[in-house]
């Protein structure tokens, strides 16, 4: 009796540190909101700052809400299923399936749904650096609900919600393509509809520089994204052994994202430019979160290497096409994401999601063993449960309008 006292203890006191672990990474993700707000505020004019800063304080606030009422379900819910393929879970308002009180880790619990609004929060503050200084007001608030209600949960649920790519063995571990690609997806649309700034490109197409209004306050912005990547990327899979691995990796690929940058800009143009080997962190960033938890630590120095170059490839080639990008968003985001969901296919080790359970389809943080395989406990779904061996089959803050470092 004593021995099973003991152990028990002990098990509630590995919950307990679960549970704690994944409400500190929240809050870590929810930090990165300041670092938006700084990298987009600091890259624009600053007559229009306070408009951009606003925009990141209600797109927290609108993505928080639609979540909350219907988002979270559409996401996690038991997936309603077209000729057998997952397309959108089943709709539930206001988490009336959620248990409020439990150190349990799983879709049905308070602590995982306020990970996941976190990271839907991400995606809709990535769309406002891209149509910075353009977007109305209004019009900005209705896209955000839009990517909060609608966009996100759908391509959120064929990954991590037993949908269709999840069927297929898609493999984003903490959503390069879900989080990042999504959000970059949304600017570019924007970018290509609302057009470029007055004076960004002249009559014959040749693109001019807007001075960014503080490269500083850009600066501070992508090191508090840096250190909000620790819970992005560590808290995506439950406290254990590969934690520190996966947080390793991800700073890794952020220095080498930086390097590469700065290497390349150098090289093509004789000066280091500020806002691209800024970039070139987030992209390395971005890259890395598709595969944090399945590639080596030297693995994640070529992906950040990958991520930094394709973000310099993307603003160079979002100039050739006109598309005015105010901060980068689509080169960090959209570029540096694909590139890391390929390279997660290039160098994801098997062993390393055999070996150690992690939450790669998100459905739950909590597992257990069954012949041999790792199984998810999913929201309440009496069809099935979905094995999570995930192996690869085949990303924040917005960037900088470009300044040279003088």
């Avoid at 993700?29 to 304080?57: C, D, H, P, W």
């Avoid at 924007?190 to 057009?195: A, D, K, T």
Wanted: charged share 15%.
């Amino acid at each position: 009796m004593e021995q099973d006292a003991i152990a028990a203890g002990i098990t509630g006191a590995s919950d307990l540190a679960k549970l704690a672990w994944l409400l500190v990474s929240a809050g870590l993700v929810l930090f990165m909101q300041a670092g938006f707000a700084a990298v987009e505020t600091g890259s624009v004019r600053y007559k229009n700052s306070i408009n951009v800063a606003l925009k990141n304080v209600i797109d927290l606030c609108v993505s928080f809400a639609a979540f909350f009422v219907v988002g979270y379900s559409l996401m996690f819910g038991a997936s309603i299923q077209v000729g057998g393929w997952g397309i959108i879970g089943t709709p539930t308002l206001f988490l009336t399936n959620i248990e409020t009180a439990t150190t349990a880790i799983s879709v049905t619990t308070m602590a995982f749904f306020l990970f996941q609004v976190t990271f839907c929060n991400t995606a809709a503050t990535i769309v406002s650096g891209g149509v910075a200084e353009r977007c109305r007001f209004m019009a900005y608030v209705l896209v955000t609900l839009g990517v909060a209600l609608v966009i996100y949960p759908l391509f959120g649920h064929w990954v991590w919600g037993g949908g269709w790519l999840a069927q297929l063995k898609y493999h984003d571990f903490a959503g390069s393509s879900v989080v990042h690609m999504v959000g970059a997806g949304v600017a570019l649309a924007g970018i290509h509809v609302l057009g470029s700034r007055l004076g960004r490109f002249d009559a014959q197409g040749k693109a001019h520089r807007i001075p960014a209004s503080s490269l500083p306050l850009v600066s501070i912005g992508v090191v508090i994204l840096a250190f909000g990547w620790i819970g992005f990327n560590g808290g995506s899979a439950p406290l254990g052994a590969q934690t520190a691995t996966i947080i390793t990796n991800t700073l890794i690929a952020a220095c080498f994202g930086g390097l590469a940058s700065m290497l390349v800009v150098w090289a093509t143009g004789g000066l280091a430019e500020a806002d691209l080997i800024l970039n070139g962190v987030l992209g390395g960033l971005v890259a890395i979160t598709a595969g944090a938890d399945c590639v080596t630590p030297t693995a994640s120095a070529l992906i950040g290497i990958i991520g930094g170059v394709t973000v310099v490839i993307g603003c160079r080639l979002m100039e050739r096409w006109k598309l005015d990008d105010a901060v980068g968003a689509v080169p960090v985001h959209g570029v540096a994401g694909f590139a890391g969901v390929v390279a997660t296919g290039v160098f994801c080790e098997s062993r390393f999601l055999t070996d150690q359970p992690r939450q790669s389809d998100r459905r739950a943080d909590h597992w257990r063993h069954d012949r041999g395989g790792v199984e998810l406990r999913p929201w309440p779904d009496p069809v099935e449960d979905r094995r999570s061996h995930q192996f690869a089959a085949h990303r924040p803050g917005g960037g900088r309008s470009r300044h040279e470092l003088q």
